[in-house]
């Protein structure tokens, strides 16, 4: 009797081992501890024995029976804790993962670089202040600059961003100096939608702040990110730019790699792509910053993220990006 009832035990562990699915649980259950089961029958059979017996195997088996019954709800429970009855993994689906968009990509590769070059990332607001965008970055109102970014204001009074500059007076504010910051964001104009423009674009602004920091600093940061995140050949130019918020100002340009350099319409037919404006950045900035600009200077940068994308992929049309085509986001995909 004894060897029976430990032979029951180790045929229900061994069954239960191999069940991955509730359903076959409870089959299992119903089949060992059931009203049908042999431990069910040899305790119905116990009346029939001699007192002896009965004191000699009732209480072993009613043990047993407990036993069996703990090993059948440890099972149900292993499974619960797995989730496997919400997820059914014999249900065959379509294994069709999404990808990431192009521009989600060069903006996780800048801030990568730069990440790895002690630049702290930062999240700016969308819907901004004329203040942030405007007024504390050194242009104040009816500055002509303003007309360069002229932008949607909304009924509150507050604005939505045209760059993401801003968020250079709010990570001063927020950090002080010495600071290394970058923030990518969207940003948005009110264009007429071409080829090259849209109202809604991506931008990444790189703030560096310290003790004698120069123009030097600020073209080792742009070329090592242009040339990791483009992984091609690229000819670079600089060229003198205006921002009220740096100065000097200047223009980082690349040879457009859809044509080439020979000329096309995505570079306006001059070879040329302005990618990266920066430049030192400016006093007044400092201040706006809580900043003193006798101790401390340093320089900007604002990379467009959307051009970066179109000159890394070769889009030549910047309407697709936002266009959500999945069949052309496709081509991107990186597994
Ligand atoms: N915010 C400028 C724009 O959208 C780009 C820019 C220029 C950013 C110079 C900078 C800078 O940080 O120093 O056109």
């Known amino acids: 009797m004894e060897k029976e009832l430990e032979n029951l035990k180790e045929a229900l562990r061994n069954e239960l081992a191999e069940t991955k ?11 060992y501890v059931g009203k049908k089961s042999r431990i069910f029958e ?137 600071l290394r910051i970058c923030s990518p964001g969207r940003t948005f104009r009110n264009e007429d939608l071409d080829a090259n423009h849209e109202n809604t674009f991506f931008q990444i602004e790189g703030m560096v702040i310290d003790e004698g920091i120069s123009i030097g600093n600020l073209m080792y940061v742009m070329k090592l990110v242009l040339s990791e995140v483009l992984k091609q050949e690229v000819d670079i130019r600089l060229r003198p730019g205006f921002f009220p918020f740096t100065e000097p100002s200047y223009e980082m340009d690349i040879s457009c790699t859809i044509c080439g350099g020979s000329g096309c319409p995505t570079c306006k037919n001059s070879g040329w792509i302005e990618l990266i404006p920066g430049g030192m950045v400016h006093p007044n900035v400092l201040r706006s910053g809580g900043i003193d600009p006798d101790k401390y200077n340093g320089f900007a940068f604002g990379i467009g993220l959307t051009r970066l994308a179109m000159m890394k992929y070769k889009i030549n049309d910047i309407r697709i990006l936002n266009s959500g085509d999945i069949r052309y986001l496709e081509n991107f995909r990186i597994d």
């Open 21 to 31: 699915k509730e359903a076959d649980i409870l089959n299992v259950k119903s089949k």
């Open 42 to 178: 040899l305790l119905s059979d116990l009346k029939n024995m001699s007192v002896d017996d009965k004191r000699k195997y009732g209480s072993l088996m009613n043990v047993t029976k407990k036993e069996m019954e703990m090993m059948v709800s440890d099972a149900l429970e292993n499974l619960d804790s797995q989730s496997s009855n919400l997820f059914d993994d014999t249900i065959e689906f379509e294994k069709e993962l999404g990808s990431l968009h192009p521009i989600t990509i060069v903006a996780k590769e800048v801030t990568d670089i730069l990440k790895r070059m002690g630049f702290t990332v930062v999240s700016g607001h969308e819907m901004e202040t004329e203040y942030y965008n405007f007024e504390a970055l050194n242009i104040p109102k009816d500055h002509p600059a303003r007309d360069m970014q002229d932008t949607y204001y909304l009924d509150n009074g507050m604005l939505l961003r045209t760059q993401t500059s801003g968020d250079q007076i709010h990570s001063m504010e927020r950090f002080g100096a010495p």
